[in-house]
């Protein structure tokens, strides 16, 4: 019967699911992911000023002092079990910034300590950020590719 | 095709039992059950053994409100969403009844009440229990993402019920709230919805070959969250009807 190729019938149900379906609310969607990701962006900035005048960090030591504290207020957020409710009202607004890759970093941890320490946390605390880090280390990979051969063009 | 058997005796299902999570208690069918938790990690170290100690007070509940004891049980069928119906498997040890473990997801319950059924009806055994449990957080790590991931759910998610149920079935004259006459064994119908988070439209199509109204209903309850269009969800149930859409 299902050969795993698409039918006729099949598209047509595809059409009426897809008809039937509501869609995310987009507007509201954009606006929850705006405000949440602008204040971590602020906290952020602050974080930034504050290494800068008060530690007296140099520009690039600022930079790494704000990663780490973001990192560092993303992780205790998931263990508190807080950081998954910001996730499901702001979406994007919170997965995207730094505190939203320490989440999924922390959640695996979490969830498959139970599993023991290898073959759990271990073997899967890059279950959710395994595929970004490949994809985006062999993307980093292709564009300094390109750009040596641009710059080598240039030189 | 045949896909109906009827049994020769009219089983009774002599006893039923229930227990839920606290937002299953919350819902429109909270007063339907037993046993609402207050703790869904009922004092567990894991979700895993906490599911599996859901069900094996609901078979307890069950066979305690059908006055039979455990050791005169005869049979135990039961499964769970996890690998190795690891829910299932530990209750069935704490039970120490005869037991066999299925695995058909959604359907597992109804399978559990025809092999039972089958079992009961041809006289091999006097009596069986039919089982069947799932858990939200064991569901989510199973098969979808880490509880505390800060992602989104699109309106179409389905939400896994925090849910054990069982009915203990015999062939007793004596009256019976429901009895088990029929049972109609499913085919597999996909329409090839890859979506993980469409699971009703996964499944809808599979209600097909039942009577209209009946469709009908299944799907309402499929596409929970979707607008409620009679005609259009009485479509998206059977094969024949999207033909004439």
Known sequence: ?155 | MKQTIKFNHRLAVRSRASIVGPKEGAGPLGWCFDRVLEDDLLGMKTWELAESEMLRQTVSLCLEQGGLTADRLELLAAGDLLDQIMASGFMARALGRPFMGLYGACSTFVEAMILCGAMVDGGYRKNAVCAASSHFCTAERQFRSPLELGTQRPPSAQWTATAAGAALLDTDKAPAAARLTHGTIGRVIDYEVTDTNHMGAAMAPAVGGWGPWRRSIIARFAFGKLQERPGLLLGLAGGADIQAL
């Not at chain 1, 997965?95 to 498959?112: D, K, L, R, W, Y």
Request: with cysteine.
């Open chain 1, 1 to 155: 019967m299902s050969t795993g190729k698409k039918t006729p019938e099949h598209r047509r149900y595809d059409r009426m699911v897809k008809a039937l379906t509501p869609n995310s609310n987009f507007a509201r969607g954009y606006m929850r992911a705006f405000w949440v990701g602008g204040v971590i962006c602020a906290v952020g900035q602050m974080l930034s000023l504050f290494g800068e005048k008060a530690l007296g960090l140099t520009e690039g030591s600022d930079a790494m002092f704000t990663s780490i504290a973001l990192i560092f207020l993303g992780v205790l957020l998931t263990g508190l079990g807080v950081y998954d409710d910001i996730g499901r009202y702001a979406g994007a607004g919170s997965i995207v910034p730094i505190t939203g890759f320490a989440n999924s970093i922390a959640s695996p941890a979490i969830e498959f300590r139970r599993e023991g320490l290898v073959l759990g946390v271990g073997a899967k605390l890059f279950a959710v950020a395994g595929p970004v880090l490949v994809y985006g280390i062999s993307a980093s990979i292709a564009v300094g590719l390109i750009y040596w051969l641009i710059g080598g063009l240039g030189a």
